[in-house]
């Protein structure tokens, strides 16, 4: 007689988080990277959080914050803190940044690379990697020939799973809304999949730019200047003074007449405004010291 395999049993989740397990929640989030959770966003954190306990077999949200708290598991911290953001981007999102690059941005870098100085731009909070490449594109508009200067595109994310999107860089139909055709037909190759057409960088955009995984809150170790830093809708999830502590590290890594861009929902805490001047809808460039 055949003995039939033991069946692996799924422990039953708790439906309910309790106050004390949302505040070691709101602590750790804020702790590891920052993000503020407010009490009206116990539904989603709930949501997201249930699929890590089901992920791990764990029964408990306080069983799973002792787990995260006292193993040294960093592919779990980063998948908790992933949980707890929201990737929402597109190509060519808030267009007018684009054109102020085109018309503004570029033929002052156009004099710099020209030198044969070196050119450096940095997507905080890239996500899937839509952002650096509207932003490679826009800059091989310009300059059909920028892949072969002292030019790079920095895209850096807190979260690895999107990272690993952005650098496949190959896209759903329903992702590339947003491009203009121009860049779509010398940016893009297509492939057909059981799903649809698949939309893939070229090698000569991908070139342009690299990915790193990091967290905003934590040392930087880039060494050089940027000439720009985008970083938009990442601010949202910060508190003032985490807002503010990140604004003026922003200023101090950018060149002296380096340009910064930030969402069109977030705005300059006080305390800030001295560190740069306001040059267009939402972008800003570093104030020029005597």
């Not at 156009?110 to 990697?129: M, P, Q």
């Not at 496949?168 to 121009?182: H, R």
Request: net charge negative.
């Amino acid at each position: 007689m055949n003995q039939m395999e033991p069946v692996a049993r799924k422990v039953a989740i708790e439906s309910d988080m309790s106050d004390a397990a949302y505040a070691r929640i709101v602590a750790l989030s804020k702790s590891q990277a920052g993000i503020v959770l407010s009490p009206s966003k116990v539904p989603m954190v709930k949501s997201r959080l249930t699929r890590r306990l089901r992920a791990l077999d764990i029964a408990t949200f306080d069983g799973y914050l002792d787990y995260l708290e006292n193993t040294d598991n960093l592919d779990e911290m980063s998948a908790f803190i992933s949980a707890l953001t929201t990737n929402v981007t597109q190509f060519f999102r808030e267009n007018h940044h684009f054109e102020y690059i085109k018309s503004t941005v570029y033929p002052k870098l156009k004099a710099k690379l020209a030198r044969g100085e070196k050119v450096r731009i940095w997507s905080a909070g890239c996500s899937n990697g839509q952002e650096p490449y509207s932003l490679a594109m826009t800059f091989l508009e310009c300059d059909p020939s920028i892949g072969t200067k002292d030019f790079l595109i920095l895209g850096s994310d807190i979260d690895p799973l999107v990272l690993e999107t952005a650098r496949a860089a190959v896209y759903a139909d329903n992702l590339i809304a947003g491009i203009p055709p121009a860049a779509l037909a010398a940016s893009f190759t297509t492939s057909q999949t059981a799903d649809g057409l698949s939309y893939h960088v070229t090698d000569a955009v991908k070139s342009m730019v690299r990915f790193r995984q990091l967290n905003l809150n934590e040392p930087w170790p880039m060494q050089g200047a940027f000439d720009l830093i985008i970083c938009r809708n990442v601010m949202i999830y910060f508190d003032e003074p985490t807002q503010s502590r990140l604004l003026s590290r922003f200023a101090d890594k950018l060149d002296k007449e380096g340009w910064l861009m930030i969402g069109h929902s977030e705005r300059l805490p006080e305390n800030t405004t001295s560190l740069f001047s306001n040059v267009g809808i939402t972008t800003y460039q570093r104030a020029q010291t005597n």
